[in-house]
């Protein structure tokens, strides 16, 4: 006999590793859907092949001798590189399926996600999208998730990311409150005026490029919210002065609803990234959203 054929009987090294794991040939013999005795004889044959003990008796059950530890681990590593080929192999095959769970802020599904998410599942009849929608001024992650896209990193450990570019922001306000308050000539002006931002626990100041230096405005106001789409519909009911990304307000501005200011000074220094687990063999539903997203976010 070839010395490495007992290692190529995957039945009985398969029953060796549950017989290891259970401790018990009863126990093992109960998962494998067979009797304590095919069990025994399946282990005697194996050692036997091998020319050592792995398996011995005592009042506590039933024990890894040393060769049977390192043959167990040696089985587990190989089981685990199988598994890792049989999730890739299902993926090339099949291509995204299941459901692939996506969670991000009520500015950028707003914006941009909602209909991403509904064209890729477009393209993926095997695949179910779910968007999850958290609050804007931070994303506070839920239970289980494939990827999140945000513009702040979530505080999870073993987190890839990827760039998908900056979030562009406008100054803007509707053209009744600029008719009844005023419109601020620069940056600073913006002290004195209704500001509708996230008060309670975003940033108090708003960024701006004064010639080669960066400032930083502070802004007040008498409304404030954690979602940027309230905020946006205050500016809409003439309420005050907000700082959005500009593919919320694209429409408001074509059609005049808003009129933005400081066009040549409004920083935007957020920039949005999608964040996914680190991991040696992706999902490919995960994989091919990645690329969708970067691809169809550099395109527009």
């Not at 060769?67 to 199988?82: D, F, K, V």
């Not at 064209?119 to 990827?147: I, K, M, Q």
């Not at 100054?171 to 004195?192: H, I, M, N, T, W």
Request: proline letters at 5%; charged letters at 25%; a positive charge.
């Amino acid at each position: 006999m070839h010395p490495s054929a007992p290692l190529r009987d995957l039945k009985k090294l398969n029953t060796f590793v549950r017989v290891a794991e259970r401790r018990s040939f009863t126990k093992a013999a109960a998962d494998l859907r067979t009797t304590p005795s095919v069990i025994s004889k399946h282990m005697k044959e194996l050692e036997d092949s091998l020319g050592f003990s792995l398996l011995s008796r005592s009042t506590h059950g039933i024990l890894l001798t040393d060769a049977g530890e390192g043959l167990l681990q040696n089985c587990l590593r190989m089981l685990s590189t199988l598994d890792d080929y049989v999730v890739e192999a299902r993926n090339l095959q099949s291509g995204p399926f299941g459901t692939l769970r996506v969670q991000t802020t009520g500015d950028h599904a707003g914006s941009i996600l909602a209909t991403l998410a509904a064209e890729f599942a477009g393209r993926h009849p095997g695949l179910r999208v779910h968007l999850s929608v958290l609050a804007d001024d931070g994303v506070c992650v839920e239970d289980g998730f494939d990827v999140i896209v945000a513009s702040k990193k979530p505080p999870l450990p073993g987190l890839e990311d990827c760039d998908l570019g900056e979030v562009r922001h406008v100054v803007c306000a509707s053209p009744e409150y600029f008719q009844s308050a005023g419109r601020p000539s620069e940056p600073k002006d913006l002290r004195e005026h209704n500001c509708l931002a996230n008060l309670y626990s975003g940033p108090k100041s708003w960024p701006f490029q004064s010639g080669s230096r960066q400032i930083h405005v502070e802004v007040k106001g008498s409304l404030s919210s954690n979602s940027g789409a309230a905020l946006i519909q205050m500016a809409r009911e003439g309420r005050g002065i907000v700082r959005a990304p500009r593919r919320l307000v694209g429409e408001d501005l074509s059609n005049k609803t808003l009129e933005s200011i400081f066009d040549k000074s409004a920083l935007s220094p957020e920039r949005l990234r999608v964040f996914f687990a680190k991991a040696k063999h992706q999902p490919v539903k995960t994989t091919e959203f990645v690329r969708f997203l970067l691809e169809a976010i550099s395109a527009r």
